[in-house]
């Protein structure tokens, strides 16, 4: 048996977690058990040695781990890692997981093993559920939503796992890796050496080829009609600065559909209402930008002359099963090197162009200024009576403007009625539709940025879905003072909005309470918060909210604690 770790030597724990702080990883969100003893001599004995450590942070659910590793990456664009309790806390990482596949999301999720051996070996089990959690087939919990697996065998693995783990996460496309580490092996020593040695192996990352961008320019630059479609963002700063330029420039609406992460401000001459029919009829070619679903193929067609152009990590999102959106023109790149080659080379065609589109351009930007003004006007009508969604998320426009917010949004503020006009200050959540995201992703942002102001918006069903009383001890554990606001509306509302789309004149929509949708009685959800000691209020009547959110806001700023709206909608 070994216990000690012999000169030059860490336990395997304790190696695995200084490579991974040698590999840019700030946090390791963690919930512990019985499977981490070794995790936790290894931080112990690596700060006793003055090795560099990412940060432990307790994690109350692992629901929470997998959400603010998310959100920290999107603040961050670095890589975290999520360590997990055996088989049952790697099943409370599933959601998070399929969330974070379907967004090139490149968490590191690792999850304890339960020992193998039950005498005679250091680390062997010990209690009875070293029996109860042993699995044939453990990461088959997440394999289909990761990229890559593996299970630690031996602990001179250790360094070599963690840079392989690392690179495949951050390849294109970008995605969670899982490993599973049995508690025998990180109870072994591991040689020191190479602790803080340069990655063994670089991410794969595709860069657009000079041939596809500039075909792709020539077709958008011929077209009478073309169109953009994006829903993840632009990828940068700089990208999503040439997005607004060329889409200005050559007079092209871009459409946000369900979009997830801004790509262009929504007060854009060029920013069309989110509804696709009329823009999909008239278009005769499309550039869509890493889009999972840029449409509804049952609802919107695009003509057989329209040559389509797909530009993502994965244009043709080779891990969905079924997805047969027609792509004329496939470019694997990450968008943020993507858009700047693509409006670059259509700078290039614009001479002698200028008349057309200018008028082209004057014509998309009354039509687009037209739909902004009767959304707006829509939104303001909703104060009255119950409110409704769209004036919560005018008020919070209103509340936050100039204070360099980011908003995350789960089936709660809409981003139509919304003025945003920065990189990275819109979330929705994400198209896998695991419920309880926008909360901890959100105190994940504030981790990654104290100073920022950062709201969650959610609906009271993603709110009860986010384990909420976890997260407001993660809030109050680390000082993280995110503005919650929840749009309480008593029911599943995505799901009755879905029953109504298929069966408009059905018995359900008959009803006075549709069957299955119902969440009645509603908790007093400002309680929750309280018992954190957070600040909450409740807010019933539209005239009041901007009153109530700016006392939010100034609670934020002044006591540096959460604050939490309990908003009450229309259903």
Known sequence: MMGMAKSGTLTAGGALLARLKALGVDYIFAN??????????????????????????????????????????????????????????????????????????????FSGRTPVT??????????????????????????????????MRFPEQALDI????????????RGPVYVSLPREVL???????????????QPAVAAPGEAQI??????????????????????????????????????????????????????????????????IEAADAILVIDALAPWAPDT???????????????????????RNFRSDLSIVCEPAQGIPALARAMQELAVGREQGLTERRGSVAARNAESRRK??????????????????????????????????????CPMAPMSLSEHGSWFQEPHAGGLGWSFPAALGMQLADRKRLVVATMGDG??????PVACHQIAEALGLPVLVVILNNSEWGAVRQSVLGIYPDGYAARTNVMPLTALSPTPDFTKVAEASRAWARKVTLGADLPAVLEAALEHIQTKGTLALLDVTVRP
């Not at 089990?125 to 029996?131: H, K, L, M, Y």
């Not at 020191?192 to 340069?198: D, E």
């Not at 060329?246 to 369900?258: K, S, T």
Request: glycine content about 8%; some cysteine; overall charge negative.
């Open 187 to 201: 109870c072994e020593p591991a040689p020191s050496a190479g602790l803080s040695a340069p990655l063994s192996m």
């Open 162 to 173: 963690a840079d392989r783990a690392y690179a495949i996460a951050n390849s294109t496309p």
């Open 32 to 109: 512990s058990g019985t499977d981490f003893p070794p995790i936790i001599e290894g931080l112990a004995e690596a700060a006793a040695k003055d090795i560099a450590l990412p940060e432990a942070l307790v994690m109350p659910h692992e629901g929470a781990a997998m959400g603010m590793a998310h959100g920290y990456y999107l603040a961050t664009g670095k890589s975290q890692v999520v360590m997990a309790h055996t088989n049952v806390g790697l099943a409370n990482c599933a959601i998070g997981a399929i969330n974070a596949a379907v967004e090139h999301i490149p968490i590191m999720l």
């Open 118 to 151: 039950e005498k005679d070996r250091f680390g062997a089990r010990t209690v009875p559920i070293g029996w109860g959690q042993e699995m044939r087939d453990q990461a088959a919990l997440v394999r289909e939503a990761c990229k890559w697996d593996y299970e």
């Open 300 to 322: 919107h067609r695009p003509s057989d002359g329209c040559t389509i152009i797909q530009m993502s990590q994965d244009p043709l999102a080779a891990r969905t099963p079924v």
């Open 375 to 412: 959304i707006r006007a829509a939104a303001e009508a909703g104060r009255d009576g119950v409110m409704t969604k769209d004036w919560v998320s005018l008020c919070v426009s209103r509340a936050i403007e100039g204070r360099g917010a980011a908003v995350l949004s789960e089936l709660g």
């Open 214 to 279: 500039r075909e792709a320019a020539a077709i958008l630059a011929r077209a009478r009609n073309p169109v953009i479609f994006a829903q993840h963002g632009a990828g940068s700063q700089e990208a999503f600065r040439a997005l607004g330029e060329l889409a200005e420039d050559w007079g092209i609406p871009v459409c946000q559909y369900w979009a997830l992460q801004l790509a262009l401000p929504t007060d854009h001459p060029m920013a069309a209402e989110n509804n696709p029919a009329p823009l």
């Open 462 to 467: 993603s709110y009860m879905f986010s384990n």
